[in-house]
């Protein structure tokens, strides 16, 4: 079967760093993505892991262990725009997500 | 370039009624999506195709169809509207994914979505 993990909500202070972890299994997988939405919004796509390790992305970073089938996002300098959610989605032909973590960021 | 259009923004049914919800790419992708997000539950994947003429079931498949006639649309019908299916509904595409570490190939690019009620 397939299952993804990954917190509910996450609580942060502006300026601060934090990593939203995510676990998943499934019956094929290419690559693990990340996505944002905000509210009333549609998902945008922050990034992608195909190999092992970390992928950087201006503020944001992505991490894969395709053995632990496991991955992060990590999120540097928060600022209140990205109060949002957040969803990690793993591929092979289709793109399943969970149902995400909610970032709420304190001034 | 337009990228990920759909076609209606917002629409109201009456339960039973029928419709079917338009999703159109100018990217040249071989993968579209078709997905439903509701309060708490994420977005679920309803039906999926790889390429023109190809569909498959995702998540959720029941009380939908879908068809991929033309490469650059998406077609998602409801022929007989029930109330649990008032939800935001969302068309995606992509290229063909692989498992090398291009992000431009593996990114997915979402409409804006369509807000459906049934009564």
């Known amino acids: 079967g397939q299952s993804l993990e990954q917190p509910s909500e996450v609580t942060a202070v502006e300026g601060a760093i934090v990593q939203i972890n995510c676990t998943y299994q499934t019956s094929g997988f290419y690559g693990l993505s990340w996505y944002q939405q905000h509210d009333g919004g549609a998902p945008t796509f922050l990034s992608y892991?195909?190999?092992?390790g970390l992928e950087e992305t201006g503020r944001f970073s992505s991490f894969l262990s395709r053995s632990d089938s496991y991955g992060y996002l990590l999120l540097q300098e928060l600022q209140m725009k990205d109060s949002a959610s957040y969803f990690c989605?793993?591929?092979?032909?289709?793109?399943?997500f969970g149902k995400g973590t909610r970032l709420h960021i304190l001034p | 370039n337009a990228g990920v259009t759909q076609t209606p923004k917002f629409r109201v049914l009456k339960t039973g009624q029928s419709m079917t919800l338009l999703c159109a790419q100018d990217?040249?992708?071989?993968?579209m999506y078709w997905y439903r997000q509701d309060p708490g539950m994420g977005l679920r994947l309803i039906h999926y195709?790889?390429?023109?003429?190809?569909?498959a079931k995702g998540e959720v498949p029941d009380g939908y169809n879908v068809s991929r006639l033309k490469k650059q649309n998406f077609l998602l019908g409801l022929e007989s509207a029930a109330p649990s299916q008032t939800s935001v509904y969302f068309c995606?595409?992509?290229?063909f994914g692989y498992g090398g570490g291009s992000s431009s190939y593996n990114e997915q690019f979402f409409g804006p979505g369509t807000r459906l009620t049934v009564l």
């Open positions: 195709s790889v390429g023109e003429g190809t569909t």
């Open positions: 995606a595409s992509s290229y």
């Open positions: 990217m040249n992708h071989e993968y």
């Open positions: 989605a793993p591929r092979d032909d289709k793109i399943i």
């Open positions: 892991n195909g190999l092992d």
